[in-house]
């Protein structure tokens, strides 16, 4: 369905007046293209697609009804309050909402909408997540589910060989401090602003080869240089981090809560299929 809701956005956002009528909305070698073709093509492009979607949406949120649920006002509030958290400041949230003909109440409506939905396919497929089911899961994924062993690095990046070499000279016969000389070496741009800082790197995001020299090191130790990308690299070990097994106590709830997701997004065509197959549908051309 959130396709369904994006094409609707797009088509209300030359209808809500962004798009005057008379303006175009681009010109081609002088050929200039009108909002009403933009509308038309996104209407043949998504509406098939965009109506099937709908008619699910009126089955399930009909199913809900018949189910006598409810959507918790708190938990919607909540849902709304965390999207609006990923902008810097309420105008902002606003602002981009109606640059596509949306309000923040449209906005809450949709959201009061999904959790009905999803507490329907819930409840019609009565499913569940046991803590028998999520103890399941983590025992198969274990491994992943822990924080790997990391270390946190510093790097000078330079374009040649001889850099390299002329580098490694002066940190290991003068003794030069490797931020200060990442900061006026680097070819890399972010590497000259943060004096070479790269932060922690976990065991298994670098490709093998440089990966075994550098949980090699100890803190305090620099590798040679070495090939990487398009130029040499020589990189410190500052920090180690060990590796932490997952606790299940700890992730539990997650886990439970990842696991039911995955049921519904799995169940929900089903039961959109199921109601279908019962409902009574006439497409008007």
């Known amino acids: 369905m959130k396709r369904t809701i994006l094409a609707a956005a797009a088509v209300a956002l030359l209808g809500t007046g962004l798009y005057a009528a008379e303006k175009n909305v681009a010109v081609v070698n002088g050929v200039k ?3 009403q073709e933009l509308t038309k093509k996104l209407w043949w492009q998504y ?28 938990q919607v509030d909540a849902r709304l309050a965390s999207l609006e958290a990923n902008y810097p400041d309420k105008a902002q949230f606003e602002k981009n909402l109606k640059s596509v003909g949306w309000s923040k109440g449209e906005l809450r409506e949709l959201i009061r909408r999904q ?14 997540v046991t803590d028998e089911d999520a103890k399941a899961f983590f025992d198969k994924n274990k491994e992943r589910l822990g924080s790997p062993e990391s270390v946190k690095l510093s790097q000078i990046f330079v374009n040649t060989k001889a850099e390299a070499d002329d580098a490694y000279d002066l940190l290991t016969s003068v003794g030069a401090d490797f931020a200060k000389l990442s900061s006026l070496k680097s070819s890399d741009a972010n590497l000259k602003k943060n004096n070479g800082s790269l932060g922690y790197i976990a065991k ?20 040679k240089p070495m090939p990487t990308g398009n130029g040499y690299s020589i990189f410190r070990a500052e920090e180690r981090r060990p590796g ?18 995955q049921a ?22």
């Open 33 to 35: 293209i009108a909002p």
């Open 47 to 74: 509406s098939a697609q965009g109506l099937s979607e709908l008619i699910d949406e009126k089955l399930l949120l009909e199913e809900a009804a018949r189910l006598s649920l409810k959507a918790d006002p708190k």
């Open 115 to 128: 959790m009905l939905i999803r507490a329907a396919v819930i409840a019609a497929g009565r499913l569940a």
């Open 204 to 223: 298994g995001m670098l490709v093998p080869e440089i990966e075994k020299e550098i949980f090699a090191l100890q803190p305090g130790q620099f590798t």
């Open 244 to 261: 932490k097994e997952a606790d299940f106590a700890a992730v539990k709830e997650e886990l439970k809560a990842a696991i039911l997701n």
């Open 264 to 285: 519904v997004t799995q169940k929900l065509p089903e039961l959109a299929a199921e109601l279908r197959a019962k409902a009574k549908i006439e497409i008007i051309k």
